[in-house]
């Protein structure tokens, strides 16, 4: 079981190996990918920084039916 970095509850892994980066599924945030780079950054982020950037991805790169990629420039 993997740990939403958003809200810190459980989450499944999703889509091992099928970018750069990791998948969650989390039960209040829906299914996301997260890009290797933001991980590699030393900043912490809060809560309202991930949603936000959550939000954005969507609208900038959700499409047929994919789940967002959240990228450091989300943020």
Same mark, same amino acid.
């Given at each position: 079981?993997? =740990?939403? /970095? &958003?809200?810190?509850? $459980?989450?499944? *892994? &999703? !889509?091992? !190996?099928?970018? !750069?980066?990791?998948?969650? +599924?989390? *039960?209040?945030?829906?299914?996301? %990918?997260?890009? +290797?780079?933001?991980?590699?950054?030393?900043?912490?982020?809060?809560?309202? *920084? %991930?949603?936000?950037?959550? =939000? &954005?991805?969507?609208?900038?790169?959700?499409? !047929?039916? *994919? /789940? $967002?990629? &959240?990228? =450091?420039? +989300?943020?």
């Amino acid at each position: 079981m993997a =740990t939403c /970095p &958003i809200c810190k509850g $459980p989450a499944e *892994q &999703i !889509d091992e !190996d099928k970018f !750069d980066g990791m998948g969650f +599924d989390c *039960q209040a945030h829906g299914k996301f %990918w997260v890009a +290797d780079s933001v991980f590699g950054e030393l900043k912490q982020r809060t809560r309202e *920084q %991930w949603e936000k950037a959550l =939000t &954005i991805a969507a609208a900038r790169r959700a499409k !047929d039916g *994919q /789940p $967002p990629l &959240i990228m =450091t420039y +989300d943020f």
